[in-house]
C-alpha cells in the first residue's frame, strides 16, 4: 500500500488535492493507495479532519479588519474544529499589503470560539474546542478573542485546545510575523509593546505568564491566550495524526509520500513534511517528498532520514510547477516510483530526468 500523505502546496493545491494527485501517480504503477492529507494547524485543518466525518455549521463572526465575514465549524466525536484563519485571517484582510497590522484583530477567533462551544453543548453537553493557529492577520496578542468569550460567559466545561507548529514565544510573535503581516519596523515596536503590556495584564488577571510558554507567540500571540483562557498548546500534526490513526495506516504501508510547496529549514520544526518522515523512520518505511522548491539544507535533512526528494520547480520549471502543481505532482510521482511486478517497490528513485 502506498500511503499518499501531504500538507497542502500553499496557494496551488490543497492537501486533499495534492493527495489525488500522488494517488493517481501511484495507480499507473498498479499501486493500492491509501489518501490521508495533512495538516499541521494552520489552514486547512476543517478539510483534513473532515475528511473523516462529522457536520460543518457556517456562523458569521468579525473578520480582522472589523467586516463581518462567514467561519466553519466542524463538530464530530465531542471535538469543534475551527480556524483562526477563517475569523482573523490574513487572506481575509487582503494579504500583507492590504492588512492594517496594529488595527487587525483576533475579536472574531474569540466569537468563533463560543460558537463552537455552544454547538458542543448542544450535541454533546461538554467537549473539546480545537483552534487551528495559523494564518492569522492580528498580533493583539488574543486580547480581542478573551474579551469576545468572557463577554459571551465564558467556556465552562469545555476544553479548549490550541493546534501549532512554532515554539515562538509570546513577544517575539511581533518580530518573527510582523513583517510577514506588513508590519514596519515602527509598527514592529508597537507590536511588540503591545504583547508585553498584555502578557503583564494577563499575569495579573489570569496569573498565567504567558511570554514563558512555548508556543504561546502563534498567531500573533493567540498561543498565550489560549493558556490564559486555561487552554493549552499541543502540535497540530500530533492533533492531526492522532485523530486521523496515522502511525496505523503508517504501519500498513509499502512506501509513504509526503510534501508540501516548500520544503525548507521551517518543514523539520514540528510541520507536516518533516513529522511524517520522522514517523516513516520510526516504522521502518521508505518514503519520497514532492515538493514546489526545495531548498539545499532541506534536501540534505530529508535525505538523512533515507528520504528521496523532488523539486517541481526543478523537474517541471516555475511556470508549469506553479500553474499546473496537481499534474506536476502526479507525473513526478510516476516517474520516481519504480515497479517491479510486485506489492512491494524496489526502489524510490532520486535522479531528475
Not at 109 to 137: C, P
Not at 223 to 234: C, E, K, N
Request: aromatic residues 4%; contains cysteine.
Amino acid at each position: 500500500m502506498l500511503l499518499a500523505a501531504p500538507d497542502k502546496f500553499r496557494g496551488t493545491a490543497t492537501a486533499g488535492e495534492a493527495a489525488a494527485a500522488i494517488a493517481r501517480g501511484g495507480q499507473r504503477l498498479g499501486w493500492t493507495i491509501r489518501e490521508q492529507p495533512l495538516a499541521d494547524g494552520g489552514e486547512g485543518l476543517i478539510d483534513v479532519l473532515g475528511g473523516h466525518g462529522g457536520e460543518r455549521f457556517d456562523v458569521e463572526v468579525t473578520g480582522p479588519l472589523g467586516v463581518p465575514t462567514l467561519a466553519q465549524v466542524l463538530v464530530t466525536d465531542s471535538m469543534a474544529v475551527i480556524e483562526m484563519a477563517q475569523a482573523s485571517g490574513l487572506a481575509l484582510a487582503g494579504g500583507s499589503e492590504l492588512n492594517d497590522p496594529v488595527a487587525a484583530t483576533s475579536r472574531g477567533t474569540g466569537e468563533l470560539i463560543v460558537h463552537a462551544a455552544h454547538l458542543l453543548r448542544r450535541h454533546y453537553g461538554s467537549g473539546t474546542v480545537v483552534l487551528g493557529l495559523g494564518g492569522s492577520a492580528s498580533t493583539d496578542g488574543g486580547e480581542a478573542a478573551i474579551e469576545a468569550v468572557r463577554t459571551a460567559g465564558g467556556i465552562d466545561g469545555i476544553e479548549l485546545v490550541g493546534a501549532c507548529d512554532v515554539s515562538t514565544q509570546f513577544i517575539d510573535a511581533a518580530r518573527q510575523f510582523g513583517p510577514q503581516k506588513g508590519a514596519s519596523d515602527r509598527e514592529v515596536a508597537i507590536l511588540e509593546s503591545r504583547l508585553r503590556n498584555a502578557a503583564s495584564r494577563y499575569r495579573e488577571r489570569f496569573g498565567v505568564d504567558v511570554s514563558q510558554v512555548e508556543g504561546g507567540g502563534a498567531a500573533g500571540g493567540m498561543g498565550g491566550a489560549i493558556v490564559a483562557l486555561g487552554g493549552r498548546l499541543r502540535s497540530g500534526y500530533e492533533v492531526v495524526a492522532d485523530v486521523v490513526g496515522l502511525r496505523h495506516i503508517l504501519a500498513d504501508a509499502a512506501v509513504v509520500i509526503t510534501g508540501e510547496g516548500t520544503l525548507d529549514a521551517g518543514s523539520f520544526a514540528g510541520k507536516v513534511v518533516g513529522s511524517v518522515l520522522l514517523d516513516a523512520v520510526s516504522a521502518g518505511v521508505p518514503s519520497l517528498v514532492v515538493a514546489g522548491r526545495v531548498t539545499g539544507g532541506a534536501h540534505r535533512r530529508a535525505a538523512a532520514a533515507g528520504a528521496e526528494v523532488v523539486s517541481l520547480i526543478e523537474e517541471f520549471g516555475s511556470e508549469q510547477a506553479l500553474a499546473n502543481t496537481s499534474i506536476c505532482i502526479e507525473e513526478a510521482v510516476s516517474h520516481h516510483l519504480r515497479w517491479a511486478g510486485s506489492a512491494r517497490p524496489v526502489r524510490i528513485t532520486g535522479d531528475h530526468r
